[in-house]
């Protein structure tokens, strides 16, 4: 009767709710293609797989507000569709890719020109800190930190310790939140974690779900493809989560004139002012330690090198992540922000320029690893 009792009132604690999971698998079926150009019988297809999704979680979600918002979204969607919840729930194969118009007024480009400048911020590893700036650092920062805080966006990383006896930590969390804005979209939250990369923000969208902005805001990817892009063309904006192991990575590139005046930028923002100045780590001052395998500052640099061909501060962080964590993922972790910053920044002639920061990385913490 005990255990009863306690399977009973604590239901949460031995199976957390993923309704997450019905929310993506119905987007993924019905998005980003319109619903009102799908097929009727397709259409209802999904409904009753995604009616069934949450009936399965009932138990387990029972307490959660995003859970019953969805049981009540689908009982509408039922009767506005006129489908039975008789049939069959197998999943029909989503829509090819639709490009939608942008109106001008939620497109940035559209409202500013072409020439507009970008900055790009990065976080990635145990972990580095590329700031808009285009300033580099390794930080503490552990539990959670606002990386941007603007009249737009917020967002937050959470980062939990990598090794026991290292002050490195590693990113396991990260909030979006994307602000209403001039009619193109509603407030949207977007959460991601290493289990969980969801191809839909926390409501069940993948867009922001005004006409007026159709396609202003929205969410990219492939399930099982371990990144996720968010296009926010109402505000010039893209951003990358990647998933490496056990920990998140993020890029984003904004418009330099959406960083915000004396008032938007006072506050802490890591991306904007960089960490504070208690929480940067040296590499010589680390207690190098390995929770997997020995590396030397010889094999860590080798194990790079094949991924990364230029030994800029990309490479040095890499080596880094190796010889504090001696976890191989992590090079994959410098790989993947080196990616995003070459995917972002369309910029070339800054981009080409980046290459001159990088030799006087050594004053923001980073020392080359062949001199270790």
Request: glycine fraction near 8%.
């Amino acid at each position: 009767m005990t255990l009863l009792s306690v399977v009973v009132l604590f239901p949460q604690h031995c199976q957390p709710c993923r309704i997450q999971r019905c929310n993506t698998d119905y987007v993924a079926a019905t998005s980003p293609v319109a619903e009102d150009v799908l097929p009727h019988v397709d259409y209802c297809i999904v409904l009753r797989a995604y009616s069934l999704c949450t009936r399965r979680m009932a138990r387990s979600c029972r307490g959660d507000l995003v859970y019953h918002s969805a049981v009540f979204r689908i009982k509408e969607l039922f009767g506005q569709r006129n489908c039975s919840s008789d049939g069959p729930t197998s999943s029909a194969r989503a829509p090819g890719p639709m490009d939608p118009l942008v109106s001008e007024a939620c497109n940035y480009q559209a409202r500013s020109g072409f020439h507009a400048k970008f900055a790009h911020c990065g976080l990635f590893g145990d972990p580095h800190l590329r700031t808009f700036k285009d300033e580099f650092q390794t930080c503490k920062v552990e539990g959670a930190w606002p990386l941007i805080d603007n009249r737009y966006l917020s967002v937050q990383m959470t980062n939990v310790p990598v090794v026991l006896g290292s002050s490195a930590t590693a990113t396991s969390k990260i909030t979006l939140i994307f602000k209403s804005y001039l009619g193109c979209t509603e407030q949207k939250v977007y959460q991601a974690t290493p289990e969980d990369l969801p191809l839909a923000f926390s409501d069940g969208t993948r867009t922001g779900g005004l006409k007026e902005g159709a396609g202003s805001l929205c969410i990219l990817g492939k399930p099982g493809a371990k990144q996720v892009e968010i296009q926010a063309r109402y505000i010039g904006s893209t951003a990358i989560i990647r998933q490496v192991g056990r920990y998140l990575t993020f890029a984003i590139r904004v418009p330099e004139d959406t960083l915000g005046g004396s008032e938007e930028s006072s506050g802490l923002q890591l991306c904007l002012h960089g960490c504070p100045r208690n929480e940067l780590i040296r590499v010589h001052r680390l207690g190098l330690a390995s929770s997997r395998r020995t590396y030397t500052a010889e094999s860590a640099a080798q194990q790079c090198s094949r991924l990364l061909r230029v030994e800029d501060v990309y490479f040095q962080s890499c080596v880094f992540d190796l010889l504090t964590t001696g976890d191989p993922e992590f090079s994959m972790a410098a790989y993947g922000a080196l990616e995003d910053m070459k995917a972002l920044y369309h910029d070339r002639l800054k981009l080409q320029s980046v290459s001159k920061t990088l030799t006087s990385a050594s004053a923001s913490g980073f020392d080359n690893p062949r001199e270790q």
